[in-house]
């Protein structure tokens, strides 16, 4: 990124720009630049302006109520983690001896970059529009107001801009003696701004535009009513403002903070108020970038675009605290801090959509917070102070081995792979040694499903216990361990024939949620059926009430498998792709059953029979619950587990139904919980968008350390003309574009490095090997097709 400084002139150019009464506005950089405008529906609903220093949480019509559970009612607002900088604003107008409260937008429109909100209807002959976005690496963000006048005549308003500040800190800041302390404010004449500090700490807020103020005072503004919680206080900055028929005029402010010194805050504001087109142009250029890498292109413009926005998404959730680290956060506004889990499955989508930059950052953050375990032990969720909620749970040690894994047979770099091998190791030793109480090597814990009592041998950590010995025993190999290789393999294989016998229950056409005792089990039958009562979910009390009958005349102490739940967790066997193929395809058309048309339930049994046709808003509980959630993880996890079967069209529709999901509140994102519930942007959507698109419909599974890529498509019957490029591979870029049609397929692939090899493997019975670069090859069909290519651009056809 480049750095803008601070020239020997400065302070020229700082006194010639306050008194600068005209700027050109920055939206005008927006113009090749697409922006998706909102759901006026939705317009009373949570956006965030993102940056990686600095973010701003607001509602789509220009206001800040108080949001969020994690710190309550303080999750919105501006955020410079660890700490809160301010409540938000409010912006107001007086015309004629009327007031008007800019927070009440008529439209929202969302950009990769930033956010523009347009107030048409309040004001006769004047329409304004409010735009912010957020210059990555700077603890700031700018907004600027302008003001076009419609009418024939001159208009000439006052204008005023409040700050509304609560610096404070971020969740679990008591653990890290962050104590909150009333604020207060200091008017900085020569900047023209206000300037707020926390009593008790040096952490500062600087808040200001490029004109001067006619006015200023403490207090907040007469014309809107915002009486945000918290130890804040209210600095308001007054303009007049007069703009000629058809003319307009754009006010830009800069809020700027620091958790260290004023002397940073008052670089930092002085750096974004003189430099603000040029980080606006950098942002562009970065998000550009990001588009094109994974490029996608699909006659399902609907899905391209998702698929396309949701790396936009990603780039939103990076946290960046230099004290701590920078890392992909989990999702917003209540989770804008790091998991373990989270990252184990964000970054496999990340890394195959060229994000090494922040994979590498991610995987070293969660690395170094997890040290503190000593033992291997990967952390669950740690505060952006550095304070660990939660030491993580089973299943995360034996997915950080799998990502490792996974990113290293796509950057090919050993040393990478020799940096995290040790912690793998550790973490293996303490998964079996000190998890796994009766020796059957199914560690005991918490994984995915976090249901209180429901911590016996869960079905995910076993499965991603398994997927961990089997890549744990190629890195060792990679590396030279030989005989470490060999008793990674030989659990591993022990493993996927335990899982597939003691977890799998033929009654229910699934495998179990979990393991356990006939006692746990019927404990866990009660609970389950309170909930399944209070839902209103009959066929799932009747289902319990029966279970809990054949139970009865269980032995108490008997351990087995059990289905209780439905939980989605039951398809990570075919996520993984251990589970053996009937029992795959029967708990996959069972894992049908539990679905809506946005997705899988989390909990099968929250399900009724009227799911299927219910499309509207989802109805959450008043305190903040995953109950009776559809979630864009699982159907992810169950399109990945079609497709490992060999079924794309289904894996298809699970990608179709979260796609539905798109845009439905917040233009241009896709929420945790389908359609409009829980976080409005979630990282580890990347993993169920990218993992089945890139490496399973279009076949990518490389091997860079062999510089070896292996080609395995399997496209839907509806993608008859698709391409993805510039996939970055190693140091290797990689085209790909299928043609499909009823008589053949033709693949034309191109990369930048002619000496690496293609493999292209088609499992598919039905196709025989045409030709080759324009030879004939017309050879007979004996079952998969292999080839092996090399050279900087090839085409391959075949027929049915």
Not at 274 to 294: M, P, R, V
Not at 627 to 650: C, H, S, W
Request: contains cysteine; aromatic residues 12%.
């Amino acid at each position: 990124m480049k750095q803008y400084r601070l020239g020997p002139v400065f302070f020229l150019l700082l006194f010639l720009l306050s008194c600068k009464e005209e700027i050109s506005p920055l939206s005008d950089h927006l113009a090749d630049l697409e922006g998706l405008e909102g759901n006026k529906n939705y317009l009373s609903s949570p956006f965030f302006a993102a940056g990686d220093r600095v973010y701003m949480v607001g509602h789509q019509d220009g206001s800040f109520p108080d949001l969020g559970w994690h710190v309550e009612g303080e999750m919105g607002g501006i955020w410079n983690h660890p700490i809160k900088l301010m409540d938000g604003f409010t912006a107001a107008l007086q015309l004629e001896n009327e007031k008007f409260c800019l927070d009440k937008a008529d439209i929202f429109i969302n950009y990769p970059i930033g956010n523009k909100h347009v107030f048409q209807s309040q004001i006769n002959g004047l329409e304004v529009e409010r735009f912010q976005f957020v210059p990555d690496g700077q603890e700031g963000l700018i907004i600027e107001f302008t003001f076009k006048n419609l009418s024939q005549s001159s208009i000439h308003f006052d204008f005023e801009f409040t700050g509304h500040t609560d610096l404070m800190p971020v969740w679990l800041g008591e653990r890290a003696n962050m104590i909150d302390h009333e604020d207060v404010l200091e008017f900085d004449a020569s900047r023209q701004a206000w300037r707020g500090k926390d009593q008790g700490n040096d952490w500062y807020v600087l808040f200001g535009s490029t004109l001067k103020p006619k006015a200023y005072e403490i207090g907040s503004s007469t014309s809107c009513t915002y009486n945000p919680r918290g130890k804040g206080v209210s600095g308001k900055l007054s303009y007049n403002v007069k703009i000629e028929a058809g003319n307009f005029q754009a006010i830009r402010f800069v809020v700027a903070g620091s958790y260290q010194s004023q002397q940073d805050l008052e670089k930092t504001y002085e750096l974004l108020k003189s430099n603000a087109e040029d980080y606006l142009k950098d942002k562009i250029q970065h998000y550009k970038k990001i588009a094109e890498n994974s490029k996608l292109t699909l006659s399902d413009k609907k899905l391209e675009k998702a698929f396309e926005w949701v790396k936009y998404n990603t780039e939103w959730l990076v946290r960046d605290v230099p004290e701590i680290g920078r890392g992909l956060g989990a999702g917003m506004p209540d989770y804008p801090w790091w998991f373990g889990v989270d990252n184990e499955y964000t970054l496999k989508g990340a890394i195959a959509t060229g994000r090494k930059d922040l994979v590498y950052q991610t995987i070293d953050l969660i690395h170094k917070l997890s040290e503190a375990n000593g033992n291997g032990r990967i952390i669950h969720e740690v505060s952006t102070n550095g304070v660990v909620f939660n030491p993580g749970n089973i299943n995360e040690t034996p997915q950080f081995a799998s990502l490792i894994w996974w990113v290293f047979q796509w950057t090919g770099d050993k040393e990478f792979l020799s940096k995290y091998y040790p912690t793998v190791k550790k973490g293996l030793k303490w998964l079996m040694e000190e998890n796994d109480e009766d020796g059957n090597l199914f560690p005991d814990g918490y994984g995915m499903m976090e249901i209180h009592g429901l911590e016996s041998e869960m079905i995910d950590v076993a499965t991603y216990t398994q997927k961990a010995f089997d890549d744990a025993a190629k890195m060792a190999k990679v590396l030279g361990e030989t005989e470490q290789a060999k008793s990674y393999q030989k659990i591993a294989d022990q493993l996927i024939q335990k899982i597939n016998e003691e977890f799998w229950v033929e009654e229910f056409n699934s495998y179990a949620d979990f393991i356990g005792t006939t006692s746990e089990a019927l404990h866990l039958i009660d609970a389950a059926i309170v909930r399944a009562d209070t839902l209103q979910k009959p066929w799932a009390v009747e289902e319990l009430k029966s279970t809990k009958k054949r139970l009865s005349n269980y032995l108490k102490d008997k351990k087995q498998g059990f289905v209780i739940f439905h939980n989605w967790v039951v398809n990570t066997p075919m996520e993984m792709g251990i589970a053996e193929r009937d029992k795959a395809l029967k708990a996959l058309d069972k894992g049908s059953r539990f679905v809506n048309p946005f997705g899988v339930f989390v909990t099968g049994i929250d399900r009724d029979e009227s799911a299927e046709t219910e499309e509207g808003s989802f109805e959450g509980s008043k305190v903040f619950s995953y109950t009776g959630a559809v979630m864009t993880l699982p159907t992810g996890v169950q399109a990945i587990a079609e497709n490992n079967y060999g079924r794309p069209d289904k894996a298809l529709d699970y990608l179709q139904r979260m796609t539905r999901s798109f845009g439905f509140a917040l233009p241009g994102s896709i929420y945790e919980v389908s359609p409009d519930y829980g976080m409005m942007t979630q990282a580890w959507n990347l993993y169920s968008y990218a993992v089945p698109i890139v490496t399973q419909f279009f076949g990518i599974q490389p091997q860079a350390h062999l510089k070896q890529i292996d080609l395995k498509p399997q496209l839907p019957k509806s993608w008859d003309n698709v391409s993805l490029a510039n996939v970055i591979v190693g140091d290797n870029v990689l085209n790909v574009t299928y043609y499909q049609s009823p008589r053949g397929l033709i693949a034309e692939i191109s990369q930048e490095k002619e000496d690496w090899e293609i493999r292209f493997i088609l499992e598919n019975k039905n196709y025989t090997l045409l030709k080759v670069n324009g030879s004939d090859l017309d050879l007979p069909a004996d079952g998969a097709i292999s080839l092996h290519i090399k050279g900087k651009t090839n085409r391959i056809e075949l027929k049915k």
